[in-house]
């Protein structure tokens, strides 16, 4: 691997040197070939025959200088402290095959000195929920952490019982986090200079040609996260805890906790159980990703040039990016150009899935059977089953929109195979559906990892209807059945 680790040459009082605490005796959960390759890792031998001492704490290749990160940030609106890398440590940073700088941070790996009332570790199933959801996340598209694999322990864990301890080695462009510069700002602000120009230098170089380098960094980090939240919006996805100490400079998705992909439409579902007043709900999100950049932007007013004016320049563009990215991906779901027309053709729909609790994934799917159902046999049984969940009140509803639909297209002149493609490119078959992530944690915790090998490689293709399917991977709950938060204990 192609060794940059330049996080360690800032000031020592942003981390914390210090190598993992071992696991013991780990054994391999799953190992992500993609991400090895991407990273170089599967280039060197010793690496490969190595990974699960790696992991596992026991092995520090040469070329990783393992720290803790120090970060604060707010937390369900609240400011929180002093935080930072409790149960992780950031191993190394590398270029991958795009020379692109990747960091390998390990997770669950023991205590820190920000571990507060934590224990450093994690167990096997939030592990496996985050393996396979970053791993969900590059089949889909969207940009996210990833993982080189994962590996399971005997080392116990106390949570509301006792499970086995993991780890999980996380690899994402940055752990930077909005969190960072509030934890600067209040604990050493004299580095608030000398950090900026590493975010820029390292993750915005572009900016630098600019007339104002820091304003052009700090307006393209707000352009970055609400085309996040917008691509989340679209594959139905929720994050669960939007703190500012969880959301990545580089608009990049990070720390999947208590996340979920939408089932039932409901714009209302809060997916986190701690999150009592439903701050983080799907429908929020693009609300809270203003808040927090709202809260991130005044902390710059301490360098000389910046003033509210700049920061208010800088945040304006938010509302923009996120509604151009997010009408104009509804559109792409529906095979129709963005326009006023075409979105109002869209939110009907989206109205009518809603109206009738229907799965948010399948019904964007069963669109390829409205448009051409003798080529397309999965997506019409996903149609028809649709369709038996409708009152005759509903289907008639639904007959009408399915008919204006097709007419507009139509008139849009476009060819059969060109609707079909955008129907086929913008909309999966397959989502990490809860029920499916506790299916392969219920068999991992008796030893059996098969059916976490099976999710590896269906949602390593997530736009095609596969064999080594089954019919529970696309079931959705009963529409009387609630969507089951997740806890954040992990």
């Not at 993982?147 to 993991?166: C, H, N, Y």
């Not at 090998?453 to 529970?472: F, G, H, M, N």
């Amino acid at each position: 691997m192609r060794y940059q680790n330049t996080y360690i040459t800032l000031d020592p009082r942003l981390y914390h040197r210090q190598p993992p605490t071992p696991l013991k005796d780990p054994t391999p959960g799953h190992f992500n070939q993609q991400v090895a390759d991407q990273l170089g890792f599967s280039n060197d031998d010793e690496l490969m025959a190595r990974w699960v001492e790696i992991i596992g704490g026991i092995y520090v290749p040469e070329g990783f200088e393992p720290l803790a990160m120090a970060y604060a940030g707010h937390q369900f609106g609240q400011w929180a402290g002093q935080l930072g890398d409790g149960r992780g440590l950031l191993m190394a940073q590398v270029l991958d095959d795009n020379d692109q700088l990747q960091d390998l941070h390990l997770k669950g790996i023991g205590l820190t000195p920000y571990s507060r009332m934590g224990d450093g570790r994690a167990v096997l199933r939030s592990t496996i929920r985050e393996y396979l959801c970053g791993h969900a996340f590059r089949g889909l598209g969207v940009r996210a952490s990833n993982a080189l694999g994962f590996v399971v322990s005997e080392t116990p864990v106390r949570r509301e019982r006792m499970e086995a301890g993991a780890a999980l080695m996380r690899v994402a462009d940055s752990h930077i986090r909005l969190g960072h510069v509030e934890w600067i700002t209040s604990y050493a602000p004299e580095l608030l200079g000398e950090f900026t120009d590493y975010m820029i230098d390292t993750y915005y170089p572009e900016c630098r040609e600019q007339d104002q380098p820091i304003a052009a960094f700090l307006q393209a980090v707000v352009k970055r996260t609400a085309r996040m939240i917008a691509d989340w919006q679209l594959i139905g996805f929720a994050h669960g805890v939007m703190n500012t100490d969880n959301l990545s400079i580089t608009g990049s998705t990070l720390d999947f906790g208590p996340f979920g992909f939408m089932e039932r439409f409901n714009p209302g579902w809060i997916n986190n159980h701690s999150d009592h007043t439903g701050r983080y709900a799907y429908q929020n999100q693009p609300a809270i990703g203003h808040w927090n950049l709202n809260v991130w932007l005044p902390h710059f007013m301490h360098l000389e040039g910046v003033t509210r004016e700049t920061l208010a320049e800088c945040l304006a563009p938010y509302e923009a990016s996120f509604m151009q990215h997010y009408q104009q991906g509804l559109c792409r779901k529906l095979g129709i150009p963005h326009s006023s027309e075409s979105l109002s053709l869209a939110f009907e729909f989206m109205t009518f899935v809603e109206d009738n609790t229907l799965d948010y994934t399948n019904s964007f799917r069963a669109l390829l059977a409205v448009v051409a159902s003798s080529n397309h046999p999965f997506e019409t049984i996903l149609l028809n089953t649709m369709q038996a969940e409708l009152s005759a009140e509903a289907l008639l509803i639904w007959q009408d929109w399915s008919s204006r639909y097709l007419d507009y297209l139509a008139q849009l002149a476009r060819s059969t195979e060109q609707v079909v493609d955008d129907l086929k490119g913008n909309n999966p078959v397959y989502v990490l559906r809860n029920d499916m992530a506790q299916r392969a944690i219920t068999a991992a915790e008796q030893g059996q990892f098969d059916e976490v090998a099976r999710l590896y490689e269906l949602l390593t293709s997530p736009y095609k209807v596969q064999d080594i399917a089954t019919d529970l991977d696309t079931t959705p709950p009963a529409p009387d059945a609630p969507q089951m938060p997740i806890s954040c204990s992990s």
